[in-house]
């Protein structure tokens, strides 16, 4: 459909994320100045079954998020002069997902364990190693369904900057659903998705080797 031409009953509900995320100005992100929140790039590598999420700059907030149902993410393209599209909505909605990691305490990959680490690695020069730049996981989360609605059209000239959240209802049986709502940067709802993910015991054969990245707070 024509979204410019839609008409029809319009009504303001008030809505806002509830618990708030993390304050961040956008500026600061790109700046790495905004205390609040850690950079993270995902490592390269053509074996990396993780390819999809190399191409965008991820903040995730430091101190982790109110429940481990929750994942918050502000994004931006890794490369300088793309920008996110109407059109790429539907893979921005499958980035980051992975709250089941976030009930396990020694998870790296969980939302509130990549910061630390991406703090780690900045640290030490910021570069990560093969150990270090990759979060281990003894699952893969693959989705099964996924219903986007998009709420308001992006600019032509796309956007810089992108705001995430993800939060699961109910995780069993090997699956989880996520309802996931992207904003803009002034936190107005751009599209809200509904999915449903499996959960996937990996084996141990199945790890990436000789894989480097980087990171920065």
């Known amino acids: ?4 031409h839609e ?8 809505f806002r994320l509830d618990p708030e995320p993390v304050p961040a100005v956008v500026e600061r992100l790109a700046n790495g ?3 609040g929140w850690a950079d993270w790039i995902y490592p390269r590598h053509p074996n990396s079954p993780f390819k999809a999420f190399t191409h965008v700059r ?17 994004l931006t393209p890794l490369c300088k002069d793309d920008t996110f599209t109407t059109e790429t909505l539907g893979s921005v909605v499958d980035l980051w997902h992975r709250m089941v990691e976030n009930y396990r305490p020694d998870a790296e990959w969980g939302t509130r364990n990549v910061p630390k680490r991406a703090l780690h690695i900045f640290q030490q020069h910021s570069v990560a190693t093969t150990d270090e730049g990759v979060p281990k996981t003894p699952y893969a989360y ?7 609605e998009i709420k308001k059209l992006l600019p032509p000239e796309g956007a810089k900057w992108l705001f ?6 109910q995780i069993k049986n090997g699956r989880f ?8 940067q002034r936190m107005k709802i751009v599209a809200v998705s509904h999915q449903i993910n499996s959960i996937v015991e990996l084996k141990p054969d199945d790890k ?4 480097r990245g980087k990171s920065r707070l």
């Open 1 to 4: 459909m024509n979204m410019d």
């Open 7 to 14: 008409r029809g009953l319009s009504l303001a509900t008030d």
């Open 33 to 35: 100045t905004e205390p």
């Open 58 to 74: 991820y903040f995730f907030p430091v101190q982790g998020v109110a429940h481990p149902s929750i994942s918050d993410a502000w």
């Open 142 to 148: 693959p989705t099964l369904s996924m219903a986007l």
């Open 164 to 169: 995430v959240r993800a939060r699961a209802k």
């Open 177 to 184: 659903d996520a309802e996931v709502i992207i904003l803009d």
């Open 208 to 211: 990436i080797s000789q894989i």
